[in-house]
C-alpha cells in the first residue's frame, strides 16, 4: 500500500510539466518587476496560487478521498466530496486568472465579467441554499405533505430552482455595479 508521501511525489511528477511553466513564469515575472511591477506583482500571485493548488491542494483533495475511502464511505458521499473540493479548486484557478488579466490589461480597463461570473456562482449557491431552508416551511405552509416525498420534491423541483436563479440574477446584478475610483 501506498503511503501519503509516495501518492504526493507522483502527483508531483504527473503535473511535472505545469510545475516547469510555472517555474518560468515566476522566473520572468521577477525579471520584469522593475519595468512593470505592479503586472509582476500579479503574475507572481496568479502563479503561486496555482503552486499551491498543485502541491498542497492535490495532496489534501488525494488525503480526503483515501481518509473517505477508508472509512467505507459510500460512492454518493465521495462524489459529493470530489464535487465540492472541484468547486473549491475551479474558484481558486478562476482567481488565479483574474490576477492574469488583471496584469494583461491595461489599469485603465475595468474587466468585469471574471467578477460578475463569481458573483453569478455564488449568488446561485447561495440561493440554492436559502431555497433548502425557505423550502421546508413554504412547503408546509402550501400543504405539501411528507408522504411519498412530496414535500422533497416540491423543495427540490421547485424552492430550490427558483431561490437559485434569484440568486445567481442578484450576484450578476451586485457584481456589476462599477468600482468607485479615487
Do not use: C
Amino acid at each position: 500500500m501506498n503511503s501519503g508521501f509516495s501518492n504526493f511525489f507522483s502527483l508531483l511528477i504527473t503535473q511535472l510539466p505545469m510545475l516547469v511553466v510555472y517555474a518560468m513564469g515566476l522566473l520572468t515575472a521577477y525579471s520584469y518587476r522593475l519595468q512593470y511591477p505592479q503586472a509582476a506583482n500579479r503574475v507572481t500571485w496568479a502563479i503561486v496560487i496555482l503552486l499551491v493548488d498543485a502541491t498542497v491542494l492535490n495532496f489534501v483533495s488525494q488525503s480526503i478521498f483515501n481518509s473517505l475511502a477508508m472509512r467505507g464511505v459510500g460512492e454518493g458521499e465521495l462524489t459529493l466530496a470530489i464535487n465540492g473540493l472541484g468547486l473549491m479548486r475551479n474558484l481558486i484557478h478562476a482567481w488565479a486568472f483574474m490576477l492574469i488579466l488583471g496584469a494583461v490589461f491595461p489599469t485603465g480597463v475595468e474587466i468585469r465579467w471574471p467578477r460578475r461570473l463569481i458573483g453569478v456562482v455564488l449568488g446561485l449557491l447561495i440561493g440554492g441554499v436559502v431555497g433548502v431552508g425557505l423550502g421546508i416551511p413554504l412547503g408546509m405552509a402550501a400543504g405539501a405533505t411528507t408522504h411519498d416525498g412530496a414535500l422533497a420534491y416540491f423543495v427540490v423541483f421547485f424552492v430550490v430552482p427558483i431561490s437559485a436563479v434569484i440568486g445567481a440574477v442578484l450576484g450578476f446584478l451586485v457584481t456589476g455595479a462599477p468600482r468607485a475610483t479615487q
